[in-house]
C-alpha cells in the first residue's frame, strides 16, 4: 500500500484530484492485470 500525504488524503482532494487519482489507480490495475496475463514479471 502506498503512503499518502495528508494533504493528499481523499477527504482533503477536490472532486477533479479524486477522480485522476482514481483514474491512475485503475490504469496501474489494468495494466499489472495485463502483464500477469502474458506472463511478464511485475513489481509487487
Do not use: F, T
Request: glycine share 2%; charged share 30%.
Amino acid at each position: 500500500m502506498i503512503e499518502v500525504p495528508d494533504d493528499m488524503a481523499p477527504e482533503n482532494m477536490c472532486p477533479a484530484e479524486e477522480q485522476q487519482l482514481m483514474r491512475l489507480v485503475l490504469v496501474e490495475h489494468v495494466s499489472r492485470m495485463m502483464r500477469i496475463n502474458r506472463g511478464e514479471p511485475y513489481h509487487k
